[in-house]
Nanobody, 115 residues
């Protein structure tokens, strides 16, 4: 099991940057996949970025070149660096840990990008 707590959301102007943090209650190095998702009202949750225990990353096409997922094993924390933010990035962002066969979720953090 793992508990996840996101932080770092807020209001930012278009073109600005934010760093989201996801603090885990256990060692994250052994968690096979850590992911960031986002969701807007009336839409399905969308995968934004993922990071494997081996260090591989993958990004949604809509955020490639702008967002970076990373981790600090010593702090049991995963980050999402978001640059060049656009109004369409406005959403609730969720941290996810996949520990087979279960997905664990944080409570989410709101990101609002004003144009």
């Amino acid at each position: 099991q793992v508990q996840l707590v996101e932080s770092g959301g807020g209001l930012v102007q278009a073109g600005g940057s934010l760093i989201l943090s996801c603090a885990a209650s256990r060692n994250i190095f052994s968690i096979p996949i850590m992911r960031w998702y986002r969701q807007t009202p009336g839409k399905q949750r969308e995968l934004v970025a993922l990071l494997t225990t081996g260090g591989s990353t993958n990004y949604a096409d809509s955020v490639k070149g702008r967002f970076i997922i990373s981790r600090d094993n010593a702090k049991n924390t995963v980050y999402l660096q978001m640059n060049s933010l656009k109004s369409e990035d406005t959403a609730v962002y969720y941290c996810n840990a996949w520990i087979p066969p279960v997905d664990y979720w944080g409570q989410g953090t709101q990101v609002t990008v004003s144009s």
